[in-house]
């Protein structure tokens, strides 16, 4: 038996696989696939342009198949760090810092800017956003679908 302190809460049990929200860009659902090998999350987006004032605007992809299914977004730039893909090339990238919401849980987390054309996942949880949650690698989708956020009634 597992002490109680030990314990660890269903909420934060987590698949190889996850659906997340991204509600600071309006984003209410990206499969993202969890990874514990990459220290940074990143995302798929295209059309990436810097802006004055420390800022980057770009379309995050949302669909493997329908390229039009995307959504602008302009941000702060956290930092631009020089990341090592898998397939061994270094690049620079836009690392920026968003809110996440997977199941109940909601925390910032910095995502790298990527092209991730060839890949199913638009999006990777690398190591630093993972922080807490317990993975279970043979479940996927643990956490479901994200719930919508209910809109508040405006009281008269």
């Keep these: 038996m597992v002490p109680e302190t030990r314990r660890h ?26 990874d514990t090998g990459a220290r940074t999350s990143a995302i798929h987006v295209d059309r990436i342009v810097h802006l004055a004032g420390n800022r980057v605007k770009f379309d995050v992809v949302l669909s493997r198949t329908d390229k039009s299914k995307c959504v602008p977004v302009t941000a702060d730039i ?47 949880l690398g190591r630093t956003a993972l922080n807490g949650f317990l993975i279970d690698v043979t479940r996927k989708h643990e956490q479901g679908l994200p719930r919508r956020v209910k809109k508040r009634k405006k009281s008269s």
């Design 78 to 124: 956290t930092r631009v760090t020089r990341v090592r893909s898998s397939t061994g090339h270094a690049q620079e990238r836009f690392v920026v810092t968003t809110q996440i919401r997977m199941g109940g849980l909601r925390r910032h987390i910095e995502l790298s800017l990527v092209r991730r054309e060839k890949m199913i996942c638009r999006m990777l």
């Design 9 to 34: 809460a269903s909420e934060h049990i987590i698949g190889w696989r996850e659906y997340v929200s991204l509600p600071e860009w309006g984003i209410r659902r990206v499969e993202a696939k969890i």
